[in-house]
T-cell receptor, first 119, second 110 residues
C-alpha cells in the first residue's frame, strides 16, 4: 500500500502560469481533501470531495479548482498562479466522516506534500 | 469560532511525560477532539481522538475535562522522535472539516 501520494514534490512557477497537482490514494477512501500550509500556520482546507464526481469548497477556495473524475484521484488546479499561492500543499483522504463505528473517528491520511513557489 | 487555542511551544526532557494542553471553550456537544502531529517535512498524522471520556491508545492518552472546554494530550515517555508540531482539532461528526489551529511545537531534549 502506497497510501496517499502526491505529484510533483516541488514546483516553481512564474506568475500567471498554470499547473495541476495530482493526489492519488489506494485505500478506497470516499473522502479526499486539499489543504495548504503557510509558514508557521496550521493547515487550511481548500476544497474537498465526498465521492467520485463531487467537489465542494473549503475555507480558502479562491484561485483553485479541483476535479474528482476517479475515486482514487483528486486533482488541484491553479489556472493563473499568484505569489500568494506560494505554500506547501497537502492532500488527504479518509474512509468516511462517520467512521466505521460511528464514533467520530475520521482519521485523515495525508500525503507528503508539494512545495510550490510562485515567483 | 471553531478554532482551538494551544501554547506555541513546549519543551520536555527525553523519557519524561509530556502534557500538551488545548483550550476549546466554545465546543458544542457534537464536536469531537482530534489530535494530529506533524513531523518535520511530513504531512500530519493521526494521534488520538475523543468525545467525553478519557482515551488511551498505543501512541498517547487524551484527558478531556468534565465540562469539555479543555483537553490534554499526554505522551507518557517522550522520545526524540516525538519532536513535532501537535495540533488539537475540533471535529463535528458527520461533517468534512478539520479546522487546524496553529499547534504546539514540542521540543524534546536529550
Amino acid at each position: 500500500n502506497a497510501g496517499v501520494t502526491q505529484t510533483p514534490k516541488f514546483r516553481v512557477l512564474k506568475t500567471g502560469q498554470s499547473m495541476t497537482l495530482l493526489c492519488a490514494q489506494d485505500m478506497n477512501h470516499e473522502y479526499m481533501y486539499w489543504y495548504r500550509q503557510d509558514p508557521g500556520m496550521g493547515l487550511r482546507l481548500i476544497h474537498y470531495s465526498v465521492g467520485e464526481g463531487t467537489t465542494a469548497k473549503g475555507e480558502v477556495p479562491d484561485g483553485y479548482n479541483v476535479s474528482r473524475l476517479k475515486k482514487q484521484n483528486f486533482l488541484l488546479g491553479l489556472e493563473s498562479a499568484a505569489p500568494s499561492q506560494t505554500s506547501v500543499y497537502f492532500c488527504a483522504s479518509s474512509y468516511s466522516v462517520f467512521g466505521p463505528a460511528g464514533d467520530g473517528y475520521n482519521e485523515q491520511f495525508f500525503g507528503p506534500g508539494t512545495r510550490l513557489t510562485v515567483l | 469560532d471553531a478554532k482551538t487555542t494551544q501554547p506555541n511551544s513546549m519543551e520536555s526532557n527525553e523519557e519524561e511525560p509530556v502534557h500538551l494542553p488545548c483550550n476549546h471553550s466554545t465546543i458544542s456537544g457534537t464536536d469531537y477532539i482530534h489530535w494530529y502531529r506533524q513531523l518535520p517535512s511530513q504531512g500530519p498524522e493521526y494521534v488520538i481522538h475523543g468525545l467525553t471520556s478519557n482515551v488511551n491508545n498505543r501512541m498517547a492518552s487524551l484527558a478531556i475535562a468534565e465540562d469539555r472546554k479543555s483537553s490534554t494530550l499526554i505522551l507518557h515517555r517522550a522520545t526524540l522522535r516525538d519532536a513535532a508540531v501537535y495540533y488539537c482539532i475540533r471535529f463535528t461528526s458527520g461533517t468534512y472539516k478539520y479546522i487546524f489551529g496553529t499547534g504546539t511545537r514540542l521540543k524534546v531534549l536529550a
